[in-house]
């Protein structure tokens, strides 16, 4: 026994003294080999607290991967809380949601994310975990910054700081300033922000924290480039590129890369800028990070349009337009948006200026805006505050009445009680009229609300003030998007292309409220609507398919009456997958409801791998509606990050 807890002490000591080490997932890994043969090695003997120790190792690789290769990440979490539940670990059990909570955060899933920090929070308060309360609640402060709700932010990382004092943890506490102060520099108090980054600068200098050191230099820089101070920033930037590279962290040398170029441009350095932004694309592109290889693809576009290179300004837009598009980022497809419109127009092909305009202001407004934010604020405020003038009206002007009618039977004039008697009825008449105008003004209020979100969603929005995330075991999703549309769009004038989308998107919108299937957006011009939410049913996969052969079938109607008239076609494809999501309100403004998880993605790539009018299903779909549709099955077929996957053909 001596000698098993000899080999396990050697263990926990290598863990720790690697922590700081460059090649930190190499030695992790060689760990856990270690690990794994002593406990091969010792065989029935060997202490369940070997496996605590095994959670804690992949728990720390899992960690030091989130950055370079989240689903590998995300792999390792898994067996962390698998092997913890076996053994009902729950430090483990907490330690695997805080890593799946901030693998989720990195994608952007940030419902999600909240989630799982939640969970762990809860577990970890049940243990009386100082230091693990004290993580889960700055990792919740990060997420309310990521979704903008600063105050939420700043309360949340306030409070972990304050718990990481009470410990002692002087890395909990500089972690802490470098988060408040990246919040405070976005929110725009650049003062304060600087205050922390440099009091977090200092802890992590003592603690020869490499990693902390580079991300409060990229933060302090970042305040100074907003400051316009560019010389100062490049400055910082460049020392946390530095340690960056040190230490191996591709996210941040590439992320220093782009604000470098950023303040190169704010200087005018245009030729420094484009070195620097392509040096961050091409790392971007080794890691396979599609949202920030869309960016620079932007910034590279935006830096050729400043230098008037124009036909390398079209390129890389283009490419970033596409990029956006695959994946779905709406802040880099208004980016690109917005830069074709200035490429063209200086290239004086007015109307594809025009066109990637109009794309871009409905793109922009396509979200609920704030103005019909506050509409409905102001309708429901009103219809209240009405409301309860009207019946304190009411009840002043019947006791007024009764006490008039009172003195006049008194007096027994039966001109006067009649005369009453009409006052009464009038004093009715206004008020029932005032209900019906309010009636009407909530009605507006109501039918405004549930244009935007599901009634189920809207009720609860307006009984509860919030509306709740929720799990569906099985949703059927579908997108549809027009071939070439970018190229036909270029060949309409401003008109003949919104009343075209409108056209199509109105009958689209029709069909699927046939069939009760739920729309959830648009972008440029793709449509997603699922079925089976927000309430569940069993039907939604039929419903679904229904839908789609219809919008086919519209498609192919309303192509032959163009074709009549001599004007271009837009030739559909449509996708369609089932399987398990996650629905919920985002945003704390313009918020929307939306849709996220892996059966998304996948409807997506149902979409981009059909055939124009053709509805192209999963297998998943296939299996729930195979005895209903007549399909024919097309192989597997290799798609982006999903490798080969069944797919069908709908007749």
Known sequence: MKRILT?????LLTINVTAQDKHLIDSLETQLKKHEDVKKELGIKAPVMMDSIKVNILYQIGLANIDGNPDKAYD???????????????TGIANAYILFGRIHRRKGNFIDALD???????IFGELKNKKGIANSTRILGTIYGDQGNFPKALESLHRSLKAYEDIGDKSGIAWNYYDIGYNLHVEGNYEEALKNDKAGLKIFEELNDKRGISYVANNIGEVYSKLGNYAEAIKNYQRSLKISEEIGDKYSVAFNYIDIGESNAGKGEQDEALKNYMAALKIFDDIGDKKDIAVSYNKI???????????????????????AKEIGVKNELITAYKNLALIYFKMNDYRSAYANEVLY????????????????????????????????????????????????ILIGGLFTLFAIALFV????????????????????????????????????????????????????????????????????????????????????????????????????????CAGGLPVANKTHAEDTVKAALE???FMANHNKEKLAKAELPFEIRIGINTGPVVAGIVGVKKFAYDIWGDTVNLASRMESSGKEGEVNISGSTYELIKDKFTCTHRGKIQTKNKGEVDMYFVE
């Not at 080999?7 to 263990?11: A, R």
């Not at 979490?77 to 076996?86: E, H, K, L, R």
């Not at 290179?309 to 837009?317: C, P």
């Not at 190229?487 to 046939?514: M, W, Y």
């Open 425 to 528: 009825l009038n004093r009715y008449r206004l008020i029932r009229k005032q209900k019906e105008i309010i009636q009407n003004e909530k009605d507006r209020s109501e039918n405004l609300l549930l244009n935007i979100l599901p009634s189920q969603v809207a009720k609860e929005l307006k009984d509860d003030g919030k509306a709740e995330a929720r799990h569906y075991e099985m949703v059927t999703v579908m997108f549809t998007d027009f071939k070439d549309f970018t190229r036909i769009a270029e060949q309409l004038s401003p008109g003949q292309l919104v009343e075209e989308i409108h056209t199509c998107f109105s009958a689209f919108d029709n069909i699927i409220h046939k069939y009760q299937i739920e729309k959830i957006k648009t972008i440029g011009d793709a449509y997603m």
């Open 116 to 122: 799982y920090l939640n969970k762990a929070l809860k």
């Open 551 to 553: 919008i086919r079938d």
């Open 76 to 90: 390792y979490g898994n067996q962390c809380w698998t092997i913890s539940q076996s053994i009902n670990y729950k």
């Open 301 to 323: 576009g935006e830096n050729y349009l400043k230098q008037n290179k124009l036909k390398e300004a079209l390129n890389y837009e283009t490419k970033g337009l596409d990029m």
């Open 361 to 408: 202001t409905t793109l922009k407004d396509s979200v609920f805006s704030t103005e019909s934010s506050s509409k409905i604020t102001q309708l429901q405020m009103k219809y209240d505050y009405d409301k309860k003038e009207v019946m304190e009206k009411a009840a002043g002007d019947k006791k007024d009445a009764l006490h008039t009618l009172t003195n006049y």
């Open 7 to 11: 080999i396990l002490t050697i263990i």
